[in-house]
């Protein structure tokens, strides 16, 4: 799959779709450079699913186009595009032996007997799972499953891969190791992939970029580090990690009134006395180092400790902030030093370049 | 989003491997329009036609209204259903209480014992039952002490369909009773409630569409049956003997058009009713719900056990006679065992050839059924595009069942015998008869191939397409294996119908394609009842090989293509 320099691997131009009188997905504009791995992020019924299953041509769109590797491919059934997918379900045909599934898509190219062999034991290679190609899916546990899937759906060397959900029917430590070994193995191989999750964890640890998705529309795109810091829209903000919001109003250009204080932000704008919303990250309000005279210290009281190990998740009132309540990270070593419980003061300082700051 | 919407429709090209999907589904919804639609217009223009095939409008069913004697068999038709109906439900009822509620002992037994209708044809009963209490009968003095006069007419009629109905009420009561949530019982008990009281508040509304179900097939099966009062309903007329008197008697196809929408009616409306009831019953039970498993209980489980041998011999009683007066030299005279009603059914009677061609039927039936069925269920269920085709076909595939036997061999003989029909050359073949039986029994076949399909995962086909194998062979690798039980039970379906099947068929035999269930009209026709009871019990044996014999495909076909679902 040779492409021009530039040119990206998949591009959707202004897909819609709509079921009836609902409309599921509104003018997506996408495009994907050759080898990177995308995640479709957003809560259940964003559309993403959807999406996926129009780039499968599983789903027909009701408006747009999608070139893939600059054929136009809108209209193409599946058999005729070129992509591997992994169903949530895995789909793995229940009667057929470990190597027969992954051999599946391979007896159909009239590829000789032992260059099928070859490769299918080459994928097996590749997903972990080279000791048992003789089992039924039943007899291996769900990440193995998963593992199969993944090989059957790469046996045919696409040049796209489409991930449904493939991890969320795994328990939770399972998950985290297939993760990683998902993205080794694209990054091997170098296969352009789409993931569709709700498991921000998963969309910021995996992928090259990420596509937050919210009731049909894309909210933003961008690498984890840009989603999660520079969210674009309070819906990212929200969505991606834990955050504060506070209630404010713009002072003046470049700097926000919340409470008593006020704070000098970048990305604050608009007419002065314009009511906002300051969206915060806990990371980004810390206890230390705080330095005598630093204007973006404030008092706050503790309401709560809820202990998650090494760090706690503690709850505070700020009394500068009108009383606004804000959520931090603090080391347990640092509660316990300072001898914090629920109802000590504490002085937090707020990393005012960190806020995002969006209409109210 | 309107200019959105104005843009022209995007479609997807059809791959031509889908392409061929979408001929074999236009094949069958073809075919269902031929052998099924056709002949059910055909019964609703003749209905408003003259005899000369004039229209006519509303004539004929203004001449069945000004005829006494008809309205007399719609009215006879309508009271001794709903006394069988009376009967059974409860009976029926209580039966499948014992087998689902209780912890009594030779549960499979008494099920299997229940089954034994089924393996017959409907009249085998009204045969039994004149060797019990006919004129001859072995227990006529105790009837008539009863102050029934005699048992041609409206008892024996009752009576037969009691036995022949009481499988199809049963199973449906069964299914309705063991759809129990335990955990409403337990909140129950802990409330204290008594058993009385758990009864009406919790057993009995779980089964009340199941209850409704029953009675409305009941109601449907006895009002529709025509060999049992044409066996045993002497002067005592019907709608379903009214039909055949007519069509085949007095050749007057209008007046029976009209009967035979009479006999629609109620089928149609049991259709309806029991597609919301179904509906309704599924959604009541979630998937968190936790079966309910009875506990035993000396007194309570004696006595639906003392029950439930009652019911089974009485049933066996039946089957019982008509096998003993099979085998009986002269009755009732000379009661010792002979082959005579045999050698005379078969050798005078050409039972020889008519046994054949059942089995030709039943073979055919099973073959060609099942393959349809399936590749129908399939295609609907599982391929994409065509998306026109597949409501209407939907509706044909479910429409068998609302239509009776009768009608539909009324249907076939005015749809087919037309020479304007570019299909009557089937006519009087063997061929006719097995798409008429095919499609009389297609729904119940339908509806096991789509549960069997339904719990396939969704993405298989999509998996398929992505690694551009054509559906066909995903269907032959993975779809048809993991199927065969469900074919094998669609089959085993189709063959024991096709043997004891009357209604539609007695429309449509020649001389050539006679069969064994038809032949045993005739013979009790002819006065031959032991020689009819002969033919009965040979169906039966028949039936009964056959479900052996599918039992062995079964275990066969389970050790085949079901190792996966065993092997750990």
Redesign the interface.
Same mark, same amino acid.
């Given at each position: 799959m040779s492409s021009p320099q530039g040119e990206p691997y998949l591009r959707l131009e202004g897909i819609g779709k709509n079921f009836g009188t609902f409309t599921a997905l509104r003018d997506i504009r996408l495009e994907v450079p050759k080898g990177e791995f995308v995640c479709f992020l957003g809560p259940s019924g964003c559309g993403k699913t959807t999406l996926l299953r129009i780039i499968a041509g599983l789903e027909v769109q009701s408006a747009g186009t999608i070139y893939q590797g600059q054929r136009d491919i809108s209209a193409l059934p599946p058999a005729q595009r070129d992509y591997g997918i992994v169903f949530q379900s895995y789909a793995l045909f229940p009667n057929l032996s470990i190597y027969n599934n992954v051999a599946y898509g391979l007896v159909n190219r009239r590829a000789g007997r032992d260059a099928i062999r070859t490769r299918v034991s080459e994928l097996l290679k590749l997903v972990g799972l080279s000791d048992s190609p003789a089992k039924y899916p039943s007899q291996l546990s769900g990440g193995q499953q998963q593992r199969i899937a993944l090989a059957r759906a790469l046996a045919t060397s696409p040049g796209l891969l489409l991930l449904d959900e493939p991890l969320s029917a795994l328990d939770a430590i399972v998950r985290v190791h297939l993760r990683q070994e998902i993205r080794s193995l694209q990054q091997r191989l170098g296969v352009t992939t789409i993931m569709v999750t709700h498991d921000q964890e998963e969309a910021l640890s995996m992928a090259d970029r990420i596509v937050v998705m919210n009731q049909g529309v894309i909210d933003q795109i961008g690498t984890p580090m840009q989603v999660y810091r520079e969210p674009a829209t309070p819906f990212v903000a929200d969505f991606v990690g834990k955050v504060n919001m506070l209630a404010g109003t713009v002072e003046s250009a470049g700097r926000i009134r919340v409470g008593s204080r006020n704070f000098a932000c970048a990305s604050c704008g608009g007419a002065p006395g314009r009511s906002v919303r300051a969206y915060l990250r806990p990371e980004d309000i810390v206890a230390r180092p705080i330095e005598a005279g630093d204007p973006n210290v404030i008092d706050a009281t503790i309401d709560k400790i809820e202990f998650l190990g090494s760090y706690c998740l503690v709850r505070v009132t700020a009394s500068d902030l009108q009383g606004q309540p804000l959520t931090v990270y603090l080391s347990l070593n640092y509660l316990s030093e300072m001898g914090l419980q629920s109802g000590s003061p504490l002085k937090l300082r707020i990393l005012a370049e960190r806020m995002r700051v969006f209409d109210a | 989003?309107p200019a +959105?919407?104005a843009?022209a429709? +995007? =479609?997807?090209? #059809?791959?031509w @491997?889908?392409r061929v999907g979408h001929v074999v589904l236009a094949g069958i919804a073809l075919a269902l329009a031929a052998f099924l639609a056709g002949p059910l217009i055909a019964i609703l223009a003749q209905s408003v036609e003259g005899r000369r095939g004039e229209f006519v409008g509303l004539q004929n069913f203004i001449a069945y209204f000004e005829t006494p004697a008809l309205l007399d068999s719609l009215w006879n038709s309508i009271w001794t259903s709903l006394v069988a109906t009376a009967v059974v439900v409860p009976t029926a009822f209580a039966y499948a209480y014992a087998l689902t509620r209780s912890c009594m002992p030779w549960k499979s037994a008494f099920r299997t014992i229940t089954l034994i209708p089924l393996l017959a044809p409907s009249l085998m009963a009204a045969i039994s039952f004149i060797f019990w209490f006919g004129n001859q009968g072995v227990l006529k003095g105790w009837m008539q002490a009863f102050g029934i006069a005699q048992i041609y007419g409206a008892p024996g009629i009752i009576l037969s369909q009691i036995f022949s109905v009481f499988p199809h009420a049963l199973m449906i009561l069964i299914t309705a009773l063991s759809l129990a949530d335990a955990r409403l019982y337990e909140a129950a008990d802990a409330l204290g409630t008594r058993r009385a009281r758990k009864f009406f508040t919790i057993t009995l509304p779980g089964a009340k569409y199941g209850l409704a179900s029953a009675a409305m097939v009941t109601f449907t099966l006895v009002i529709t049956d025509f060999g049992i009062p044409k066996v045993i309903g002497g002067n005592f007329n019907v709608l379903a003997t009214d039909v055949f008197k007519l069509v085949i008697g007095q050749q007057d196809f209008p007046k029976g058009a009209v009967v035979a929408l009479f006999l629609l009616a109620p089928a149609l409306l049991t259709f309806a009713v029991d597609r919301i009831v179904q509906r309704k019953q599924t959604s009541m039970l979630t998937a968190r719900a936790v079966p309910y498993a009875p506990k035993p209980s000396r007194g309570y489980d004696t006595v639906m056990t003392a029950y439930c041998v009652v019911v089974s011999l009485l049933m066996l009683a039946v089957l019982g006679m008509a096998i003993f007066a099979s085998f009986v030299k002269f009755w009732p005279y000379d009661l010792g065992f002979s082959l005579r009603n045999y050698v005379y059914g078969i050798v005078d009677g050409g039972v020889d050839v008519a046994f054949f061609n059942s089995l030709k039927l039943a073979f055919g039936t099973a073959i060609a059924g099942t393959a349809i069925v399936f590749a129908g269920a399939y295609l609907i269920e599982k391929t994409r595009g065509a998306d026109w085709l597949r409501p209407p076909l939907q509706l044909l595939a479910l429409l068998p069942m609302a239509v009776p036997g009768l009608v539909l061999g009324l249907g076939y003989i005015f749809f087919f015998n037309s020479p304007q029909n570019p299909l009557n050359f089937l006519y009087h073949t063997m061929a006719i008869l097995v798409l008429c039986t095919v499609v009389h029994f297609y729904t119940t076949g339908h509806l096991t191939a789509v549960t069997a399909l339904k719990a396939l995962?969704a993405?298989?086909e /999509? #998996? @398929?397409? /992505?690694?551009? #194998?054509?559906f066909w062979? $995903?269907f032959w690798? #993975?779809t048809l294996? +993991?199927c065969t039980p469900a074919l094998v039970d669609i089959s085993r379906y189709f063959f024991i119908n096709a043997m004891t099947t009357i209604s539609a068929v007695v429309f449509l035999y020649s001389p050539d394609t006679k069969i064994v269930s038809v032949t045993i009209l005739n013979l009790d026709e002819a006065g031959e009842i032991g020689a009819a009871a002969a033919m009965a019990v040979l169906i039966a044996a028949a039936s009964l090989g056959a479900c052996l014999v599918y039992l062995g495909i079964g275990w066969f076909v389970d050790r085949r $293509?079901?190792?996966? =679902?065993t @092997?750990?």
């Amino acid at each position: 799959m040779s492409s021009p320099q530039g040119e990206p691997y998949l591009r959707l131009e202004g897909i819609g779709k709509n079921f009836g009188t609902f409309t599921a997905l509104r003018d997506i504009r996408l495009e994907v450079p050759k080898g990177e791995f995308v995640c479709f992020l957003g809560p259940s019924g964003c559309g993403k699913t959807t999406l996926l299953r129009i780039i499968a041509g599983l789903e027909v769109q009701s408006a747009g186009t999608i070139y893939q590797g600059q054929r136009d491919i809108s209209a193409l059934p599946p058999a005729q595009r070129d992509y591997g997918i992994v169903f949530q379900s895995y789909a793995l045909f229940p009667n057929l032996s470990i190597y027969n599934n992954v051999a599946y898509g391979l007896v159909n190219r009239r590829a000789g007997r032992d260059a099928i062999r070859t490769r299918v034991s080459e994928l097996l290679k590749l997903v972990g799972l080279s000791d048992s190609p003789a089992k039924y899916p039943s007899q291996l546990s769900g990440g193995q499953q998963q593992r199969i899937a993944l090989a059957r759906a790469l046996a045919t060397s696409p040049g796209l891969l489409l991930l449904d959900e493939p991890l969320s029917a795994l328990d939770a430590i399972v998950r985290v190791h297939l993760r990683q070994e998902i993205r080794s193995l694209q990054q091997r191989l170098g296969v352009t992939t789409i993931m569709v999750t709700h498991d921000q964890e998963e969309a910021l640890s995996m992928a090259d970029r990420i596509v937050v998705m919210n009731q049909g529309v894309i909210d933003q795109i961008g690498t984890p580090m840009q989603v999660y810091r520079e969210p674009a829209t309070p819906f990212v903000a929200d969505f991606v990690g834990k955050v504060n919001m506070l209630a404010g109003t713009v002072e003046s250009a470049g700097r926000i009134r919340v409470g008593s204080r006020n704070f000098a932000c970048a990305s604050c704008g608009g007419a002065p006395g314009r009511s906002v919303r300051a969206y915060l990250r806990p990371e980004d309000i810390v206890a230390r180092p705080i330095e005598a005279g630093d204007p973006n210290v404030i008092d706050a009281t503790i309401d709560k400790i809820e202990f998650l190990g090494s760090y706690c998740l503690v709850r505070v009132t700020a009394s500068d902030l009108q009383g606004q309540p804000l959520t931090v990270y603090l080391s347990l070593n640092y509660l316990s030093e300072m001898g914090l419980q629920s109802g000590s003061p504490l002085k937090l300082r707020i990393l005012a370049e960190r806020m995002r700051v969006f209409d109210a | 989003m309107p200019a +959105i919407l104005a843009a022209a429709q +995007i =479609r997807l090209r #059809v791959h031509w @491997s889908d392409r061929v999907g979408h001929v074999v589904l236009a094949g069958i919804a073809l075919a269902l329009a031929a052998f099924l639609a056709g002949p059910l217009i055909a019964i609703l223009a003749q209905s408003v036609e003259g005899r000369r095939g004039e229209f006519v409008g509303l004539q004929n069913f203004i001449a069945y209204f000004e005829t006494p004697a008809l309205l007399d068999s719609l009215w006879n038709s309508i009271w001794t259903s709903l006394v069988a109906t009376a009967v059974v439900v409860p009976t029926a009822f209580a039966y499948a209480y014992a087998l689902t509620r209780s912890c009594m002992p030779w549960k499979s037994a008494f099920r299997t014992i229940t089954l034994i209708p089924l393996l017959a044809p409907s009249l085998m009963a009204a045969i039994s039952f004149i060797f019990w209490f006919g004129n001859q009968g072995v227990l006529k003095g105790w009837m008539q002490a009863f102050g029934i006069a005699q048992i041609y007419g409206a008892p024996g009629i009752i009576l037969s369909q009691i036995f022949s109905v009481f499988p199809h009420a049963l199973m449906i009561l069964i299914t309705a009773l063991s759809l129990a949530d335990a955990r409403l019982y337990e909140a129950a008990d802990a409330l204290g409630t008594r058993r009385a009281r758990k009864f009406f508040t919790i057993t009995l509304p779980g089964a009340k569409y199941g209850l409704a179900s029953a009675a409305m097939v009941t109601f449907t099966l006895v009002i529709t049956d025509f060999g049992i009062p044409k066996v045993i309903g002497g002067n005592f007329n019907v709608l379903a003997t009214d039909v055949f008197k007519l069509v085949i008697g007095q050749q007057d196809f209008p007046k029976g058009a009209v009967v035979a929408l009479f006999l629609l009616a109620p089928a149609l409306l049991t259709f309806a009713v029991d597609r919301i009831v179904q509906r309704k019953q599924t959604s009541m039970l979630t998937a968190r719900a936790v079966p309910y498993a009875p506990k035993p209980s000396r007194g309570y489980d004696t006595v639906m056990t003392a029950y439930c041998v009652v019911v089974s011999l009485l049933m066996l009683a039946v089957l019982g006679m008509a096998i003993f007066a099979s085998f009986v030299k002269f009755w009732p005279y000379d009661l010792g065992f002979s082959l005579r009603n045999y050698v005379y059914g078969i050798v005078d009677g050409g039972v020889d050839v008519a046994f054949f061609n059942s089995l030709k039927l039943a073979f055919g039936t099973a073959i060609a059924g099942t393959a349809i069925v399936f590749a129908g269920a399939y295609l609907i269920e599982k391929t994409r595009g065509a998306d026109w085709l597949r409501p209407p076909l939907q509706l044909l595939a479910l429409l068998p069942m609302a239509v009776p036997g009768l009608v539909l061999g009324l249907g076939y003989i005015f749809f087919f015998n037309s020479p304007q029909n570019p299909l009557n050359f089937l006519y009087h073949t063997m061929a006719i008869l097995v798409l008429c039986t095919v499609v009389h029994f297609y729904t119940t076949g339908h509806l096991t191939a789509v549960t069997a399909l339904k719990a396939l995962d969704a993405e298989f086909e /999509s #998996v @398929s397409a /992505s690694l551009k #194998v054509p559906f066909w062979k $995903t269907f032959w690798r #993975v779809t048809l294996p +993991i199927c065969t039980p469900a074919l094998v039970d669609i089959s085993r379906y189709f063959f024991i119908n096709a043997m004891t099947t009357i209604s539609a068929v007695v429309f449509l035999y020649s001389p050539d394609t006679k069969i064994v269930s038809v032949t045993i009209l005739n013979l009790d026709e002819a006065g031959e009842i032991g020689a009819a009871a002969a033919m009965a019990v040979l169906i039966a044996a028949a039936s009964l090989g056959a479900c052996l014999v599918y039992l062995g495909i079964g275990w066969f076909v389970d050790r085949r $293509t079901q190792a996966w =679902r065993t @092997s750990k």
